[in-house]
């Protein structure tokens, strides 16, 4: 069974930067999107930006667009989510997710509610 495992998140001030990590365990040749979400005490799991992995097309949401970058590895099998410019608003827990089945298509990447396959989720803490 593929696993998405993502790395460690962490606690910064505003203004600071972290990058995330998403590791699949076994690439699987039909993954065309992959993806971060986050979900913040007390709301709902919203999408913050996402990939099409057969050209690198990205979609990302309006709150994080300038500051976050999300970009894929080489291997194809990991994806990473580099945050500047933090913001105390971005304190979540932030989850990877992939569809594995070769269904994702590039235009519906702004509407992309994630894939079939997600990670356990990592902590990022961003202090004012």
């Known amino acids: 069974q593929v696993q998405l495992v993502e790395s460690v998140g962490g606690s910064v001030q505003a203004g600071g930067s972290l990058r995330l990590s998403c590791i699949m365990s076994?690439?699987?040749?039909?993954?065309?999107?992959m993806g971060w979400f986050r979900q913040a005490p007390g709301k709902e799991r919203e999408a913050v930006a996402s990939?099409?992995?057969?050209?690198?097309?990205?979609y990302y949401a309006d709150s994080v667009k300038g500051r976050f970058t999300i970009s894929q590895g080489d291997a194809k099998n990991t994806v990473y989510l580099q945050m500047n410019n933090l913001k105390p608003e971005d304190t979540a827990m932030y989850y990877c997710?992939?569809?594995?089945?070769?269904?994702?298509?590039?235009?519906?990447?702004?509407?992309?509610?994630?894939?079939?396959?997600w990670g356990q989720g990592t902590q990022v803490n961003v202090s004012s």
């Open positions: 076994k690439y699987v040749y039909t993954t065309n999107c």
């Open positions: 990939i099409y992995t057969r050209t690198d097309m990205t």
């Open positions: 997710t992939a569809d594995l089945g070769g269904g994702c298509r590039p235009q519906i990447l702004p509407v992309w509610r994630g894939g079939n396959h």
